[in-house]
């Protein structure tokens, strides 16, 4: 098994943080089409963008809720 991917939390840490760069800016409440929105003004990348089309359609009333529904996908 490669080493990226190993089950170490370092895969994930990076991910929140990379969803959070993608979201910066955005104000919360926001719903899924906001997040996908900003992330793609923000040119987030493939797995950011996946990461967050995969999350429920709902509202997120801050980053720790979407962090959340990310690392539970």
């Known amino acids: 098994m ?3 991917d190993s089950n170490s939390s370092g895969g994930s840490i990076r991910k929140f ?3 959070q760069k993608a ?3 955005i104000s ?3 719903d899924k089409t906001s997040l996908l929105d900003t992330a793609r003004a923000n040119q987030a990348d493939d ?3 996946d990461a967050l089309q995969r999350l429920p359609d709902q509202k ?4 720790a ?3 959340k ?3 539970n996908e």
């Open 17 to 19: 943080i990379d969803v």
């Open 60 to 63: 997120y009333g801050s980053p």
């Open 23 to 25: 979201l910066k800016g």
């Open 65 to 67: 809720e979407v962090s």
């Open 47 to 49: 797995k950011v963008l």
């Open 28 to 30: 919360y409440p926001a």
């Open 2 to 4: 490669a080493a990226s």
């Open 69 to 71: 529904g990310v690392g």
